[in-house]
């Protein structure tokens, strides 16, 4: 005995809509690449990640040393390879090779200079976790540039109504 299954048939007000996405309008975009300003710091850092993945395959196993390698060289890619950084109205992003990282303007909560850029947080004061859940924008053009990029920071949160 066999059943007969019904077929649903779906009409055309039962039809899933396609959501189309609206690209984001870019504010600004730039590139970093901190190696190329320090040749000597790049030249130790490659030779660390090298001479652990030759140690490491020599003494332990080949697959060791290639994870071994992949995580030191995720944790100076952002040093050793170029970054580039986008400001669009509703958020910042970072990327590069193993780098990609995206923060809402309605999660900043409190935007500080560095020397060399800005630090986006998601937390009203200073905390341990700010290098964990927090971003940070690399500049390299001059002290005026910068604060102007430290205004549109503060604009485009306070647009998103976060201040």
């Given at each position: 005995m066999t059943k007969k299954r019904?077929?649903?048939?779906?009409?055309?007000?039962?039809?899933?809509t396609e959501e189309i996405q609206i690209a984001d309008e870019v504010l600004l975009e730039w590139t970093?690449?901190?190696?190329?300003?320090?040749?000597m710091k790049a030249v130790a850092a490659s030779a660390v990640v090298a001479v652990t993945v030759a140690l490491g395959w020599v003494w332990v196993h080949p697959?060791?040393?290639?994870?071994?390698g992949l995580l030191l060289l995720n944790a100076v890619a952002e040093f050793l390879f170029p970054?580039?950084?986008?400001?669009?109205?509703?958020?910042?992003?970072?990327?590069?090779?193993?780098l990609s990282r995206r923060m809402e303007w309605k999660q900043v909560r409190r935007i500080t200079p560095?020397?060399?850029?800005?630090?986006?947080?998601?937390?009203?004061?200073?905390?341990?976790?700010?290098g964990l859940k927090g971003m940070v924008l690399r500049w390299e053009g001059d002290e005026a540039e910068l604060t102007r990029l430290q205004s549109l920071?503060?604009?485009?949160?306070?647009?998103?109504?976060?201040?």
């Open positions: 019904k077929r649903s048939r779906i009409s055309a007000s039962q039809k899933p970093t690449h901190l190696a190329r300003r320090q040749p697959l060791v040393a290639f994870l071994m970054v580039h950084y986008r400001l669009t109205k509703s958020g910042a992003e970072a990327t590069g090779f193993l560095l020397p060399d850029g800005i630090h986006l947080s998601p937390f009203a004061k200073p905390t341990k976790l700010d920071c503060q604009r485009c949160q306070r647009m998103a109504g976060t201040n």
